[in-house]
């Protein structure tokens, strides 16, 4: 399943690719991508719970960017 997510207040682009690739190892995740430019996450991954998954996202993005929101 893919999903795409507006992010918002995402300032950073070294922090967005920090997010891409902490993101993209977390289980499940066969795919993702930050792109800084339209501020959005794709996700592609084979998980039943893929609201649990964007939560553990949300962890990641607030890590490197504490007011950065991924928007549902």
Do not use: W
């Not at 070294?14 to 993702?32: F, H």
């Amino acid at each position: 399943m893919k999903k795409s997510y507006k992010l918002q207040d995402l300032d950073c682009a070294n922090c967005a690719a920090k997010m891409e690739c902490d993101i993209a190892k977390l289980d499940g995740v066969e795919e993702a991508r930050v792109n800084f430019m339209t501020q959005k996450l794709t996700l592609r991954a084979d998980v039943e719970d893929f609201d649990a998954l964007v939560e553990q996202a949300q962890k990641i993005c607030s890590k490197y960017e504490p007011d950065c929101v991924i928007i549902r």
